[in-house]
């Protein structure tokens, strides 16, 4: 027992990850309580599933354009100080936003104007999220603890985040809720301050900015378990992700609630999304995260479903908890199977395509997913997503032996089994 609590935390024994991930806790935290109460704000200004996904496509769609060209230019640049830069940039997005509804001047076009300048920040900020944890751990065997550590912090804030977020909008409005997240970047930017990196040594001649990109793509193309990974989640996020634009209408709508009962949807999610990272945070090896993925996925789009059918709150909240469980389990065994197999010269390329593949296809699947909820309705729509995910996770299961095959030798290569 004491050896699987020591092997859930390794990688916190390594100084700068256990400063990143202490300030990351933090401002994540924010994070959940500005979601939160973005979505309240703007199903209260609007009353329309179309303009609330809306919201969401405009806040994701640069990544989907921009970090596929991030990945090159972040070879070339200070991850620190990059993120350093988009981390001011989110505090300064949600204090402007913060001071907007406070005084009582916000309207949608403010919201969806200062999504899309929150989306540019982001197509940057993620990837070189992604590729900085490399650095952070002292040992690379504690790449895939750390991997998942993230996801379990991130799940813990939204376990947090919605609880603070639906009392203070309840009492004070959602302003408040965007003035806290902004507090809150102040804990990154003073961890990423304090980090100690080594120089990094990096001799190789760099290629011109195309011929690195068009090499990253073929390198992807080329090699089936990153790219069956990367396909997968790009659909898991068109399908499945779009449940987190819909609560609020859930929340409202077809349970009958308010802004308490959708941080208890969105807290409920993130509970069990926590037990899934801290499930995946004990594994030591890579071995059998492919067959995890699909199983997971499958587990998920069941989930999604039968959330989709329930009219009683009791039971969404439990099986909201089963839909959390099952979507982190898949992304941290994709993101970890991805690094974990990645080249190193090539793994900024390949996270930047993981990010684009995770979260830049989940605009359209959001835009989609409020234009079907607003003729066929909400639960329809889930209903649908839920199915599609269920093949994908099925189809994913069968490929999982010819995967491995091609998995095995560079995991032997590694040493990482």
């Known amino acids: 027992m004491s050896f699987v609590k020591i092997r859930a935390f390794s990688a916190l024994g390594s100084r700068n990850y256990r400063l990143f991930f202490t300030g990351q806790g933090i401002s994540l935290t924010g994070f959940w309580i500005q979601r939160v109460a973005m979505g309240w704000l703007v199903y209260r200004l609007t009353d329309s599933a179309f303009l609330l996904g809306a919201v969401d496509f405009a806040s994701q769609i640069p990544l989907l354009f921009l970090s596929t060209f991030a990945g090159v230019l972040m070879e070339r640049w200070d991850l620190r100080r990059l993120m350093v830069i988009c981390q001011t940039l989110c505090m300064v997005h949600a204090g402007v936003l913060a001071g907007l509804t406070l005084t009582g001047a916000v309207n949608y076009i403010h919201v969806l104007a200062l999504g899309v300048l929150l989306g540019v920040v982001n197509a940057f900020e993620l990837p070189a999220r992604q590729t900085f944890i490399i650095q952070l751990v002292d040992r690379p065997e504690d790449l895939g603890n750390a991997v998942a550590l993230n996801s379990s912090l991130f799940n813990v804030a939204r376990l947090i985040g919605p609880s603070v977020a639906g009392f203070c909008i309840a009492a004070f409005g959602e302003g408040i809720c965007f003035g806290i997240n902004s507090a809150c970047y102040l804990a990154t930017l003073a961890a990423l301050m304090a980090l100690r990196l ?220």
């Open 198 to 417: 080594r120089p990094r040594e990096d001799s190789r001649e760099r290629e011109p900015f195309w011929e690195g990109f068009l090499s990253g793509i073929s390198y992807v193309r080329s090699f089936l378990p990153i790219r069956d990974v990367l396909i997968s989640l790009a659909l898991l996020s068109f399908a499945g992700l779009p449940y987190l634009v819909l609560l609020p209408i859930f929340a409202k709508e077809i349970l009958h609630g308010g802004p308490t009962l959708l941080g208890l949807l969105t807290g409920a999610s993130g509970l069990g999304a926590l037990a899934g990272s801290i499930r995946l945070a004990v594994r030591k090896t890579p071995v059998g995260l492919m067959r995890v993925m699909a199983i997971s996925l499958s587990f998920f789009g069941v989930s999604l479903a039968a959330f989709s059918l329930s009219l009683w709150t009791p039971m969404s909240i439990l099986l909201i908890v089963a839909v959390g469980y099952g979507m982190v389990s898949v992304l941290v065994a994709g993101n970890t199977v991805i690094q974990t197999l990645v080249d190193e010269d090539k793994r900024s390329r390949v996270m930047s395509l993981y990010v684009v593949s995770l979260t830049g296809t989940a605009p359209i699947g959001s835009l989609v997913a409020g234009t079907v909820a607003s003729f066929i309705g909400a639960r329809a729509t889930l209903a649908i997503g839920g199915g599609g995910c269920l093949l994908i996770g099925l189809v994913l299961l069968k490929r999982g032996d010819l995967l491995w095959s091609l998995a095995e030798p560079i995991y032997r290569k590694k040493g990482l089994i």
